[in-house]
């Protein structure tokens, strides 16, 4: 069975930096895409960035274009998420995602999150002024 377990998150001042985890089992050969969504108070849980465990390439929305960075350790089944510079609007829960089969990663659809089927419980990051 797929698992996802996030950590990494917490509380800090703006302009800190945080690196987020998300720790992968139950799948060996699949190279899946993965992306980080962030669901803010009050607000819709939205893609952020996502990495496609084939080849490496990075997708962002242009918010976090320049701070946040994703990555994938495909040895260790582990993907990260650095964001810098972090603002008070960054607050909320971090939750990754997997699509096992890659086609949100190739088909451009990544940001949608009904392409995921495998979920973690999420990070919560809350930044303060």
């Known amino acids: 069975q797929v698992q996802l377990v996030e950590s990494g998150g917490g509380s800090v001042q703006a302009g800190g930096s945080l690196r987020l985890s998300c720790a992968a089992s139950g799948y060996t050969k699949a190279r899946p895409c993965m992306a980080w969504f962030r669901q803010g108070p009050g607000k819709e849980r939205e893609g952020i960035a996502a990495v496609y465990s084939t080849d490496g390439r990075t997708y962002y929305v242009d918010s976090v274009k320049g701070r946040f960075t994703i990555s994938a350790d495909n040895a260790k089944y582990t993907v990260y998420l650095k964001i810098n510079s972090l603002k008070p609007e960054d607050t909320g829960m971090y939750y990754c995602?997997?699509?096992?089969?890659?086609?949100?990663?190739?088909?451009?659809?990544?940001?949608?999150?009904?392409?995921?089927?495998?979920w973690g419980q999420g990070t919560q990051v809350t930044v303060s002024p």
């Open positions: 995602a997997a699509d096992l089969s890659g086609y949100a990663c190739g088909s451009g659809s990544w940001p949608n999150k009904a392409w995921y089927v495998y």
